[in-house]
């Protein structure tokens, strides 16, 4: 694991709020903490690891170990990427290791104000979140933030007003995240509703961003189609996932399957990848059973390419 460029690690499936479009709740219900044994034994081996480990699956927050991670991160100048909602930053302002330069915090938004989300989730304050970044920025101007935005029709129209904000708090990068494009909800809960994807008020909402993001030099990343996925075209690129209980995934698209345990068996993710790069039978029988398709039966996208 230690020659891919990024890992992902799982501190909590823990959340603070309750979103309409997510499935965690149902898998993990109030959700776990990782154990401090998987935690010490990954910070044990990854302590110079030279490329990114992303921090996600719950609200990291909200995670007991946050602190204890970030402060090992920053001493050892680990690069971070943690995912958060931001709704609890303000409990953290005073501690400038959350804003070291090893780490940058990926702040999803699915809404620009709170009508956009009242009905989307419970719990949330999206007034109190940019109030937080605009805080945090104003205290530690080089801290490092993107903006993840996921496009419901609620939220369609704030999607200026998103890019704006970015470049008023000085944020460089904004991400429009598709989860089954446009909807960005369950299809339990869409099921009556059709992909407007190529609906002329969506194509010129998006077409209206790239030009003032790029007006304002923000980089942006609207992901509208999918691409041909060759992952073992560079192995480096792979990622491997190692959940709270130590459990270590091969890939995202196998999320279901351990291949092993961080506790017993570290190089379990390596001698995985090797298995799989003796043959294209070995790896085609393993990719048949990807969780993750180009697109459902309804013409949701899954795996979205990048439009830059």
Same mark, same amino acid.
């Given at each position: 694991?230690?020659?891919?460029?990024?890992?992902?690690?799982?501190?909590?499936?823990?959340?603070?709020?309750?979103?309409?479009?997510?499935?965690?709740?149902?898998?993990?219900?109030?959700?776990?903490?990782?154990?401090?044994?998987?935690?010490?034994?990954?910070?044990?081996?990854?302590?110079?690891?030279?490329?990114?480990?992303?921090?996600?699956?719950?609200?990291?927050?909200?995670?007991?170990?946050?602190?204890?991670?970030?402060?090992?991160?920053?001493?050892?100048?680990?690069?971070?990427?943690? %995912?958060?909602?931001? #709704?609890? !930053?303000?409990? $953290?302002?005073? &501690?400038? *290791?959350?804003?070291?330069?090893? /780490? @940058?915090?990926?702040?999803?938004?699915?809404?620009?104000?709170?009508?956009?989300?009242?009905?989307?989730?419970?719990?949330?304050?999206?007034?109190?979140?940019?109030?937080?970044?605009?805080?945090?920025?104003?205290?530690?101007?080089?801290?490092?933030?993107?903006?993840?935005?996921?496009?419901?029709?609620?939220? %369609?129209?704030?999607? #200026?007003? !998103?890019?704006? $904000?970015?470049? &008023?708090? *000085?944020?460089?990068?904004?991400? /429009? @995240?598709?989860?089954?494009?446009?909807?960005?909800?369950?299809?339990?809960?869409?099921?009556?509703?059709?992909?407007?994807?190529?609906?002329?008020?969506?194509?010129?909402?998006?077409?209206?961003?790239?030009?003032?993001?790029?007006?304002?030099?923000?980089?942006?990343?609207?992901?509208?189609?999918?691409?041909?996925?060759?992952?073992?075209?560079?192995?480096?690129?792979?990622?491997?996932?190692?959940?709270?209980?130590?459990?270590? /995934?091969?890939?995202?698209?196998?999320?279901?399957?351990?291949?092993?345990?961080?506790?017993?068996?570290?190089?379990?993710?390596?001698?995985?990848?090797?298995?799989?790069?003796?043959?294209?039978?070995?790896?085609?029988?393993?990719?048949?059973?990807?969780?993750?398709?180009?697109?459902?039966?309804?013409?949701?996208?899954?795996?979205?390419?990048?439009?830059?």
């Amino acid at each position: 694991m230690k020659n891919t460029n990024s890992i992902f690690l799982s501190l909590t499936t823990k959340c603070n709020i309750r979103c309409g479009k997510c499935w965690r709740f149902d898998v993990f219900g109030n959700g776990k903490d990782i154990s401090n044994k998987v935690l010490n034994k990954f910070m044990e081996l990854f302590s110079d690891y030279k490329g990114k480990v992303i921090i996600g699956s719950g609200e990291n927050l909200v995670s007991k170990s946050i602190e204890e991670y970030i402060n090992w991160s920053v001493k050892n100048q680990i690069k971070t990427t943690i %995912l958060t909602n931001g #709704l609890i !930053f303000d409990k $953290f302002i005073d &501690k400038p *290791n959350f804003f070291d330069k090893s /780490i @940058t915090w990926g702040l999803t938004m699915d809404g620009f104000i709170n009508d956009e989300i009242k009905k989307l989730q419970i719990g949330m304050d999206v007034e109190r979140v940019k109030q937080n970044i605009i805080t945090i920025k104003n205290k530690y101007p080089t801290a490092s933030f993107y903006l993840n935005i996921t496009h419901t029709k609620n939220n %369609l129209d704030s999607t #200026l007003d !998103f890019i704006n $904000f970015a470049h &008023k708090i *000085n944020i460089d990068q904004v991400y /429009i @995240t598709q989860l089954k494009l446009f909807e960005g909800l369950d299809d339990s809960i869409t099921k009556d509703q059709v992909n407007d994807i190529e609906s002329s008020r969506f194509l010129k909402v998006m077409n209206d961003a790239e030009i003032l993001a790029k007006q304002l030099n923000i980089k942006f990343f609207a992901p509208l189609k999918s691409q041909q996925r060759d992952c073992f075209n560079n192995i480096t690129t792979l990622s491997p996932i190692i959940h709270g209980n130590g459990n270590i /995934i091969f890939c995202y698209g196998r999320d279901g399957k351990a291949i092993g345990n961080i506790l017993t068996d570290e190089e379990a993710w390596r001698k995985h990848l090797n298995y799989l790069l003796q043959s294209d039978i070995k790896r085609e029988e393993w990719c048949s059973k990807c969780d993750i398709t180009e697109c459902s039966d309804r013409g949701y996208y899954y795996i979205p390419g990048q439009k830059k």
